[in-house]
């Protein structure tokens, strides 16, 4: 796959997506550390930390003002762009068309939140229901920006259900789809 990008001097991507929960950041990162490549994992939280906002608010900045997603997402895809990367985001396997080999991760909201609730603390049901919300908002706003339904993945190369298996497992998974150690 990644040989085609190479021989036209196209970097080599690797994009990595799915839900809040699934374990996205953390198999980009694994994948990336493995295959010796530069990880881009520029999110929401990211953007909040830069601007100084909690992370909820710019959850509702983003909702009433879409120039928010255009600037993440045009970012990573440009940050994705200066070379061979592992990119991890909610949309890159949409984003980023070019790229080698496009993984979706998936997991139940159940699952999801849990692992979000472990990670940022809260009560269990009030964690799975702003994981649901988020969801939902989250596919609304990317319809209405894109065009995009990511609960439609049918076109990714590799579909992981993320739900009992470890990350490192998961990052196995990915690299020997790539080709093997170093996705070249």
Same mark, same amino acid.
């Given at each position: 796959?990644?040989?085609?990008?190479? @021989?036209?001097?196209?970097?080599? !991507?690797?994009?990595?997506?799915?839900?809040? /929960?699934?374990?996205?950041?953390?198999?980009?990162?694994?994948?990336?550390?493995?295959?010796?490549?530069?990880?881009?994992?520029?999110?929401?939280?990211?953007?909040?930390? *830069? +601007?100084?906002?909690?992370? $909820?608010?710019?959850?509702?900045?983003?909702? @009433?003002?879409?120039?928010?997603?255009?600037?993440?997402?045009?970012?990573?895809?440009? +940050? @994705?762009?200066? =070379?061979?990367?592992?990119? &991890?985001?909610?949309?890159?396997?949409?984003? $980023?068309?070019?790229?080698?080999?496009? $993984?979706?991760?998936?997991?139940?909201?159940?699952?999801?939140?849990?692992? !979000?609730?472990?990670? #940022? /603390? /809260?009560?269990?049901? *009030?964690?799975?229901?702003?994981?649901?919300?988020?969801? #939902?908002?989250?596919?609304?706003?990317?319809?209405?920006?894109?065009?995009?339904?990511?609960?439609?993945?049918?076109?990714?190369?590799?579909?992981?259900?993320?739900?009992? +298996?470890?990350?490192?497992? !998961?990052?196995?998974?990915?690299?020997?789809?790539?080709? =093997?150690?170093? &996705?070249?």
């Amino acid at each position: 796959m990644s040989q085609d990008n190479e @021989a036209i001097g196209k970097p080599s !991507i690797i994009a990595i997506s799915g839900k809040s /929960g699934c374990g996205n950041s953390t198999v980009s990162k694994l994948v990336a550390d493995r295959l010796g490549r530069r990880l881009v994992n520029y999110t929401f939280h990211t953007m909040a930390e *830069e +601007m100084g906002v909690p992370f $909820v608010r710019l959850l509702q900045m983003a909702s @009433a003002d879409a120039s928010y997603d255009r600037t993440l997402d045009e970012r990573q895809v440009a +940050m @994705a762009h200066e =070379g061979d990367c592992v990119i &991890g985001s909610r949309l890159s396997i949409w984003l $980023v068309r070019d790229a080698a080999l496009r $993984v979706y991760l998936h997991a139940s909201s159940e699952v999801r939140s849990e692992r !979000i609730r472990k990670r #940022e /603390g /809260g009560d269990s049901a *009030e964690v799975l229901a702003f994981t649901k919300r988020r969801d #939902e908002t989250d596919r609304e706003r990317y319809l209405s920006i894109y065009g995009i339904d990511n609960d439609r993945y049918d076109f990714a190369d590799l579909v992981i259900n993320t739900e009992r +298996m470890t990350p490192d497992r !998961i990052a196995d998974v990915v690299v020997a789809a790539i080709g =093997g150690s170093n &996705g070249r």
